[in-house]
């Protein structure tokens, strides 16, 4: 195994010790929608993030999984305030984050810090390597007593050749690529990595070597990882608890072992029946839970349960007296008996794998 | 059985299959773009064959070249293309014929799926319309008609409310009825071939299921035999009847889709099964990636193109590219010198759970003493002194 070398020292809180590092409560992110013309009245909002409440402990990993347009790297720019929550607060290490100044908040960012999902367009093809991943610590002031020893440091941290800190971003291939971004998001020693689909551009033999080395470091750096995905084969992979996403709203969250054992949401259940297993008897043997039709608008979501759309158990299960309690009642985020928050009037455990 | 380098003449094809009732035989295929530094050889040598009604999974990495391929089946490379070898659908040869002949092929009997439905639709058409324009291209009807038939089309494919959705534009569908329009247009002529390629890449996983289901009907409709073209290891052990894994734009390993996730006899393909997450893996160990990136395919170096990567490298594995040769079974055929050395070998036994990823691409296969004398003039340039490896 290739163990990776001397890192910078980190402050890290043990895991034992169960105080959120980060704290979302109730967060909701409204955009605009403006009619065309000259003024451009607002005339509806997209529902990008409703009501999202989630704490992240220090050293573990939490998987947001959704498809496209749920939510879920609104939710990672919000709570990283690089987008002003429309309500909610996000408490860092109990203190409230949201609406704090440019200035504060930049003293804040050493603490949290975000790696891309396309590491092609996240670092800047002007810059020799070094220098991209110097650039925080430069910005922060800290560059000046030993910068380039660090700067080495970071990229034997990360598993790649600081002989190659004077190369350009484009001389790597894209694993390499988004190491250097992890090694960036590294370098001012930060609690939380936020990490927006790290993997999903990188191809499955490259994607391997960047989630093992994301491990490594959470497990030598005590880090603790919002890992925002699509993908739930990786989410599964990498994470201790997951909360499933679907049109602004969090349906589903349990830890990673309960989540498949025993799902409870309609949506969940399909989203991991709808996964395809490499193992040809396995999968040939699945029956698969099929939602119909697509992702309705944000603009306008469905009133009550926003999944009713398209849920099978709403279509095929439910009387019309019960159906009208997903129209009119939005479904709380509680166990009902589950073992774990079910964002559904009639949860209830099905075995999809 | 010896496998045979793919002469048209050979009773056998590469793939250790008789040529015999071959619906598409494609015979080493060769594709080369030249650009400034060189040709690129972006595929070397494919051959295959495909029987009625089978799905060929075509499975490599971006840049292996499984996408070229199939654009040269169907002809679609831009004439600066280089391609050699052969192509035939029954018993006509394919490559080089003229735009018009080619047209008679496509659509009636070799249909293609993109992996962006939004570019392969016109804007400005409703899709209704460019579904009947497939039709009357290859059939002597009326508007109405193949309108008519255009709206069953949208129906089969499962389409809610087809008869108004007909008069829509591609952008007031959705991604996955979109391409679920778009295999409208591939089943409208009853294909005997279709080729689809990443069809469902662009889509979410709940979609991705649809448009699944809606291959499997359109196969079912029209009876066509399928090539199916991911990255998706988990959608080829759905689909696929046999595998094809291409690395460096050759085939690595064919077999049935069982040989292939059971019995790998190539160690790129065992590395793929190892790097991948899986939903029904128990506790989450360590994956096992495959070290390095593939080779650029401008001078390839001698020797096997994996070799760089390969942990039971050897000696000979630098020198003389290995041919596709029987392993499990005359049909299960593998390019590795020693593929009898992963007989009962899982992904864990040969690759490790390696951190570590330094070794630049362009370093990756070139001799040190070509390596040494580039990168001394280039990081000359840059930073005097500095970044000797």
Redesign the interface.
Same mark, same amino acid.
């Given at each position: 195994?290739?163990?990776?070398q001397s890192a910078p020292a980190v402050p890290s809180s043990a895991p034992s010790e169960r105080r959120p590092v980060l704290e979302v409560r109730n967060l909701v992110k409204h955009f605009p929608v403006r009619s065309r013309g000259l003024v451009r009245r607002k005339i509806g909002d997209v529902h990008a993030v409703c009501d999202v409440s989630f704490e992240l402990y220090p050293g573990e990993t939490l998987g947001l999984v959704g498809?496209?347009g749920c939510g879920k790297t609104t939710t990672s720019r919000v709570v990283l305030n690089l987008q002003p929550a429309t309500s909610g607060t996000v408490l860092f290490d109990g203190r409230e984050i949201t609406g704090l100044k440019q200035s504060e908040m930049r003293r804040l960012r050493r603490e949290m810090q975000i790696v891309f999902q396309d590491p092609y367009a996240s670092l800047d093809p002007r810059m020799?390597v070094n220098e991209i991943v110097a650039e925080p610590l430069r910005i922060h002031g800290r560059y000046e007593k030993n910068g380039r020893r660090k700067v080495a440091e970071l990229l034997r941290t990360v598993?790649?050749?600081p002989?190659? /800190?004077?190369?350009y971003a484009h001389?790597?291939?894209g /694993? &390499?690529r988004q190491?250097i971004g992890i090694a960036r998001a590294l370098a001012l020693e930060p609690r939380v990595l936020i990490l927006d689909e790290p993997v999903s551009a990188l191809?499955?033999?490259? &994607?391997? /070597?960047v989630?093992?080395?994301l491990?490594?470091l959470q497990d030598r750096l005590g880090l603790a990882y919002l890992f925002v995905a699509?993908d739930?084969?990786?989410v599964?992979?990498?994470s201790d608890r997951i909360a499933v996403m679907y049109l602004g709203r969090i349906v589903e969250t349990a830890t990673?072992d309960e989540l498949?054992a025993s799902p409870a949401h309609p949506y969940t259940q399909?989203?991991?029946?709808?996964?395809?297993?490499?193992?040809?008897?396995?999968?040939?043997a699945r029956t698969?839970i099929?939602?119909? /039709?697509?992702?309705p608008s944000p603009v306008d979501p469905p009133s009550g349960c926003r999944f009713r759309t398209r849920c099978p158990k709403f279509a095929n299960q439910l009387s019309s007296a019960e159906q009208q309690r997903c129209i009119e009642e939005i479904p709380a985020l509680v166990d009902r008996g589950q073992g774990h928050p079910a964002a559904c009037h009639y949860a209830e455990v099905v075995n999809v794998? | 059985m010896t496998a045979s380098t793919g002469v048209s003449t050979s009773r056998n094809n590469s793939d250790g299959r008789s040529n015999d009732d071959a619906l598409l035989l494609v015979d080493n295929l060769s594709v080369g773009f030249p650009t400034e530094d060189g040709v690129v050889h972006a595929v070397r040598g494919v051959s295959y064959t495909l029987r009625p009604r089978e799905v060929l999974g075509i499975v490599g990495?971006?840049g292996s070249g499984k996408s070229v391929t199939s654009m040269a089946v169907m002809g679609l490379l831009p004439k600066s293309a280089q391609v050699s070898g052969s192509v035939r659908f029954r018993n006509d040869e394919l490559l080089g014929l003229s735009e018009s002949a080619l047209a008679k092929f496509r659509g009636e009997h070799l249909a293609m799926i993109f992996q962006d439905p939004m570019s392969s639709l016109n804007p400005v058409y409703t899709v209704g319309w460019q579904i009947a324009e497939a039709l009357r291209a290859h059939h002597d009807m009326s508007k109405d008609a193949a309108m008519t038939r255009a709206v069953e089309l949208l129906t089969t494919v499962g389409i809610?409310r087809a008869k108004e959705r007909a008069n829509n534009y591609p952008h007031e569908f959705?991604?996955?009825?979109r391409q679920r329009a778009v295999i409208a247009i591939a089943m409208a002529n009853d294909p005997d071939v279709i080729i689809a390629d990443e069809p469902t890449t662009a889509l979410?996983? @709940?979609? #991705?299921?649809?448009v699944l289901?809606t291959l499997t009907t359109a196969r079912h409709e029209t009876g066509a035999a399928m090539v199916l073209i991911t990255?998706? =290891?988990?959608?080829?052990?759905?689909q696929a009847d046999r595998v094809l894994v291409m690395y460096a734009g050759k085939p690595v390993e064919i077999g049935s889709?069982?040989d292939i996730?059971?019995t790998p006899r190539m160690p790129y393909t065992l590395?793929?099964?190892?790097?991948?997450?899986? =939903?029904?893996?128990g506790d989450?160990e360590? =994956? @096992?990636?495959?070290?390095g990136?593939p080779p650029s395919l401008i001078n390839l170096p001698p020797g096997c193109p994996f070799a760089p990567r390969c942990p039971i490298r050897q000696p000979i594995c630098d020198v003389e590219e290995p041919e596709l040769r029987p392993t499990t079974s005359a049909t299960h055929v593998a390019a590795c010198h020693f593929s009898e050395q992963l007989e009962g070998k899982s992904p864990a036994d040969l690759f490790? @759970?390696?951190?570590?990823?330094?070794?630049?691409?362009?370093d990756a296969g070139e001799s040190e003493q070509q390596d040494r004398v580039v990168r001394g003039e280039e990081?000359a340039e #840059?930073?005097p002194g500095?970044? #000797?490896?």
């Open positions: 195994m290739t163990s990776v498809e496209s020799p598993g790649l050749n002989e190659h /800190g004077n190369r001389e790597f291939s /694993g &390499q190491r191809d499955v033999s490259i &994607q391997a /070597g989630l093992n080395l491990e490594e699509h739930l084969s990786v599964k992979h990498i990673r498949f399909a989203l991991i029946s709808a996964i395809p297993i490499p193992d040809p008897v396995k999968e040939r698969r099929v939602v119909t /039709g697509d992702v794998l | 990495e971006s809610p959705s991604g996955g009825m979410d996983v @709940t979609v #991705q299921a649809q289901d990255h998706d =290891l988990g959608v080829v052990a759905g889709v069982d996730f059971y590395g793929l099964l190892g790097s991948l997450p899986r =939903l029904d893996a989450a360590r =994956l @096992t990636p495959i070290v990136s490790q @759970t390696s951190v570590a990823d330094d070794v630049l691409p362009e990081t #840059q930073v500095g970044g #000797q490896s």
